[in-house]
């Protein structure tokens, strides 16, 4: 008994160590029912396309590409609901129908300047085979096999037109991807690749070898669309309300997090950092689970479904979410906020932390600051020369320090605030005791917000969220008025009505409360809007019905995404200055219109030297150069019976713009193909065995193994291309064996391993060919990429913030609250991602120059991630702002001060043109912008009094007001903004380093 126990033990603890290894620790959270329903759909259409291949019939009316059914059923699986399945199913009849007429056309003009072959060589070569061959059908097949009709002129034909067609191809799935076209725009290249190399074969024009590859991949994907109409069908509304719980359980577990910070006492300051960070990057997790349903979003106005909510009601649930995500990043913000002044990190780049510098401490009385704020020189405790021998050492001693001037105008600005660790505490544990019960109260809305969102496809949805918004509502209004228990220890300050000791309070831990404060009545109020939303939907929506678009909408999606940024430029109406527009700075506009018509002609040439147009032309040319040898009659049988084509496939589709992407793709393809190879011999044997194909056995397995396949294909975490390639080499095994075994070997590519071991062969051959091939003139580097598309991001970043001090700057009560902000917030946030993945192919390109500072770049990725966000929460605040309050922020940050406007402008420009053009930065600039904050008139509490007409000084009943609240919050987010952008620059020092050195200047 003992000894069971044992093993069993032992078992258990193998069994916990694999699942718990990083290969397999993504299983055990996808082992759900929702995540095995559209398992079980993909994998019964691929099992449906296996029985047509084993049945004899069947499989003879699909041809001799019948295994391309399996190829097609893993490479486009009918995972997606059926709205977006059909788009991509109709992408790829489209697609796959003009790469056929194409090809045709190539044969057709190959067909006419043909020269017949002699008779007299065509008996020589049916004498040398002849031998060989048992029938008249087989002896033909066979000169045509072995290179016999093959002809120059024509041949060449056809590799032109494989070259421009595939070419062209890659070209437009390398401008869309990803895209509902990426996949058919793949096989559409393969239908090309299979019918011009088959077509130089034959000794007449062979129209219907385009036939090859299209009549399976036509039988697949009708089976597939049955599939998703009749095998757990799933709408988009559907999967739509089910994506939404990847936004909020991210906001749940953040908040139960805060919940139990809150409950917690006698926290020092740095608990309170570390705690905060953890929580902050659980509520930046949840801005994840916005572009999937942004993506689905497009979808909702032409879904067909069945269910109690119509795609318009899933809609207006989005715009909801979305909002309380916007709202749940005010949050992070202040947990940010927290962790910067505990940390006094402001210039923490990852690369050169002025936080790793000591900073000095003065001797002020706790609570009080000296009452200049501007920056001071240097104390004697650090010098100049102490500073840079600190940055050396951070540096390794591998590169001359740069930022100097950055990192000691930061010191002195954050000297004053280096002794206020008390009054931090005081204003944290007040936080904690107000807002405890208002954070419960969220996190129960949230939790009631996401059981209403995942059981709208329930008859009936569940009852209770009338309750929790009542307890929501009330603990909402109590904090309204607990808030207002952080004044306390200010008031003593007004009491005196001292401008002295007015002047000497500490603000920053005030401010950093009020950003609490405003934040988390933000999010709870857009938390309540919610879930008010969902429960009238809840109570309004009791019966079940289909739910058909209508013909203006379906016309509406067919033009395109309406999301994305717009090229128009507002025109104010007291817009003195004029639009702004880029000028070429080697000519002068015509004032003919036909002659700048012209100068636009001239300008067409151009376009051939772009790296599009490049990528293009070296794609078409890899095509053709891999497929060379079937168009040669010494080396076509060769590279037929030997399935040549797969090395030009795997050529095409490795092939990338720049060579750290086309390094990703090798390493992906070599790991998947292996893998691929090697699980589908090794069903091959468990269902044939040494057999050259049984029908049932092989049936059998595959009804068994399909389902784990396709598991791994759709929920795998890592690259897509890794998951695809696998499953395909697995399923291609398969399928060309199974062929070869009952129609007869119609290469030396026989069953089983001798499939596998070519096949990977020839993937090696190709994508290998494709890394040499990326290298060549003209090359493009992911790295310089990747740098110039940071820099056009902080550009557009530079755009959104003029554009939202445009509308801040308008002469009216409100400022309008002009969603089109917050999509181009997503947008760039969007884009960044992308930048951020494409860090692990960049590393993958190796120069004798030195390592890629990957860190530096994630640096930037993160700073301006945060400018994005920061951006987002001022245009809130201001939108939330009457005129005269909005005067009153734009003076106190000096946004209204031109001079200051075009020191932040100056920077944008000069961060975005040196790293477009690698260009080193100055080593003094107007950065730090913090301390050029600073400078304004106004300082601490004080609201400017040029613009009030009242006392200079606040009163304890103003600070009180919802209306100073979002006054000091719109400051601190400038600040932060600020803080950001001079970050941007450091960063950017670190990369591309200081010139313009003038000595004798005091830090």
């Not at 590799?159 to 799935?173: E, I, N, P, S």
């Not at 100056?906 to 975005?912: E, R």
């Amino acid at each position: 008994m003992r000894s069971t126990s044992g093993r069993f033990f032992l078992i258990q603890k193998w069994t916990s160590a694999i699942i718990g290894h990083r290969w397999f620790s993504w299983i055990p959270s996808r082992l759900t029912l929702a995540h095995f329903k559209p398992v079980a759909r993909c994998a019964i259409a691929a099992w449906i396309g296996l029985l047509l291949q084993l049945i004899r019939p069947t499989e003879a009316a699909l041809g001799y590409a019948a295994f391309f059914v399996l190829v097609i059923a893993f490479m486009i699986p009918p995972a997606l609901p059926f709205i977006q399945s059909l788009e991509i199913y109709i992408n790829l009849y489209s697609f796959a129908a003009i790469g056929w007429a194409w090809t045709a056309l190539g044969v057709f003009i190959a067909g006419q300047i043909r020269v017949p072959l002699s008779d007299d060589r065509i008996a020589e070569a049916r004498a040398k085979w002849a031998p060989f061959e048992s029938s008249a059908a087989s002896l033909d097949r066979r000169l045509i096999f072995e290179g016999t009709y093959i002809e120059a002129r024509s041949a060449s034909v056809l590799a032109v037109f494989l070259g421009v067609g595939t070419g062209t191809f890659l070209w437009y799935k390398m401008r869309t991807q990803p895209s509902p076209a990426t996949f058919p725009l793949v096989l559409s290249c393969i239908l090309m690749d299979i019918g011009l190399t088959t077509a130089a074969l034959y000794p007449t024009p062979y129209y219907t070898s385009g036939l090859l590859f299209f009549l399976p991949m036509a039988v697949q994907g009708g089976i597939a669309i049955l599939c998703s109409l009749v095998v757990f069908p799933e709408s988009v509304s559907h999967s739509f309300l089910s994506k939404i719980r990847g936004v909020l359980a991210p906001m749940s577990q953040a908040l139960d997090e805060t919940v139990k910070l809150f409950e917690r006492s006698n926290l020092e300051i740095h608990d309170w950092a570390e705690h905060s960070r953890a929580i902050r990057q659980k509520l930046l997790i949840s801005l994840d689970g916005i572009p999937p349903l942004r993506t689905q979003k497009r979808y909702l106005r032409v879904d067909i479904s069945y269910g109690l909510l119509s795609p318009r009601d899933a809609h207006e649930i989005f715009d909801r979410v979305a909002a309380l995500q916007a709202r749940s990043g005010g949050l992070a913000f202040f947990f940010d906020v927290l962790v910067t002044n505990t940390l006094h990190a402001h210039l923490d780049s990852s690369a050169w932390s002025a936080h790793n510098i000591s900073i000095p401490h003065s001797q002020t009385a706790s609570g009080l600051v000296t009452p200049d704020e501007h920056p001071r020189p240097p104390s004697r405790a650090i010098s100049a020369e102490h500073l840079a021998h600190t940055l050396l050492r951070l540096s390794h001693r591998t590169q001359r320090p740069v930022g100097l001037w950055e990192s000691q105008r930061y010191m002195d600005v954050e000297r004053p605030f280096a002794d206020d660790t008390a009054d931090a505490l005081e204003q944290l544990d007040i936080l904690s005791n107000t807002a405890h019960e208002l954070v419960s109260a969220c996190h129960s809305s949230l939790n009631a917000t996401m059981t209403l969102a995942a059981s709208f496809s329930a008859s009936r949805p569940p009852a209770g969220a009338a309750s929790v918004l009542k307890s929501h509502r009330d603990a909402l209004a109590r904090f309204h008025k607990l808030r207002l228990k952080a004044l306390a220890s200010y008031r003593r300050a007004f009491e005196t009505g001292s401008s002295e000791v007015y002047r000497k309070v500490h603000f920053r831990n005030l401010f950093q409360s009020f950003v609490a404060q405003y934040h988390l009545i933000e999010f709870s109020e857009a938390l309540i809007d919610t879930l008010e939303l969902m429960e009238s939907l809840r109570l309004s929506r009791t019966r079940r019905r289909f739910w058909t678009p209508k013909l203006s909408d379906l016309i509406a999606h067919s033009r395109g995404s309406e999301d994305g940024r717009g090229n128009d430029v507002p025109m104010y109406e007291d817009d003195v200055l004029g639009l702004v527009k880029r000028r070429d700075p080697e000519s002068t506009p015509f004032d003919s219109s036909t002659l700048d018509l012209l100068s636009r002609l001239t300008r067409l040439p151009d376009l051939l030297g772009t790296r599009s147009f490049a990528f293009l032309l070296k794609a078409g040319v890899l095509t053709v150069l891999t497929a060379l040898p079937q168009f040669l009659k010494q080396s076509a049988a060769f590279y037929y019976y030997n399935r040549g084509i797969w090395c030009t496939i795997m050529a095409q589709m490795t092939l990338a713009v720049f060579a750290g992407d086309t390094a990703g793709a090798w390493i992906a393809r070599v790991v998947a193909s292996f893998w691929g190879a090697l699980l589908g011999t090794v069903v091959w044997y468990i269902g044939c065995g040494a057999s050259s194909g049984n029908a049932f056995g092989l049936g059998a397995i595959c009804a068994a193994t399909f389902p784990l396949a396709m598991f791994f294909r759709l929920h795998f975490p890592g690259q897509v291309l890794t998951s695809v390639m696998t499953t395909v080499t697995f399923a291609l095994v398969i399928g060309y064996s199974y062929l070869n075994g009952t129609v007869g070997a119609l290469t030396d590519a026989k069953w089983g391993f001798d499939v596998a071991w070519r096949r990977l062969v020839c993937v090696l051959i190709g994508i290998t060919s494709a890394y040499i091939f990326s290298y060549l003139p003209p090359a493009y580097s992911s790295k310089r990429a990747i740098r110039q598309s940071y820099a056009g991001v902080i550009v557009d970043t530079g755009s959104i913030l003029c554009g939202v001090l445009s509308q801040a700057n308008l002469r009216s009560p409100r400022m309008a609250n002009d969603p089109s902000t917050r999509n181009e917030v997503l947008t760039l946030r969007a884009k960044l991602a992308k930048l951020g993945a494409r860090h692990a192919n960049a590393k993958l390109e190796y120069s004798l120059r030195g390592r890629w500072p990957e860190e530096r770049y994630r640096a930037l990725l993160e700073a301006l991630r945060d400018s994005l966000l920061l951006l987002h929460q001022f245009h809130h605040v201001l939108t939330q702002m009457d005129m005269p309050w909005r005067q009153l922020l734009l003076n106190r940050t000096r946004f209204d001060d031109p001079l200051f406007l075009g020191d932040v402008l100056a920077v944008f420009s000069m961060t975005s043109t040196a790293l477009a053009a690698g260009t080193a930065l100055p080593q003094i600039t107007p950065s730090p912008l913090v301390a050029r904050f600073r400078m304004g008139k106004t300082k601490g509490l004080e609201l400017p009094a040029h613009l009030t007409h009242t006392a200079e000084l606040v009163t304890i009943d103003v600070m009180e007001s919802v209306e100073y609240m979002r006054y000091a919050l719109g400051i601190t987010t400038s600040f932060s903004l600020l803080a950001r952008l001079d970050r941007i620059v450091v960063i950017c020092k670190t990369l591309l380093g200081e010139h313009y050195h003038v000595s004798g200047i005091h830090l």
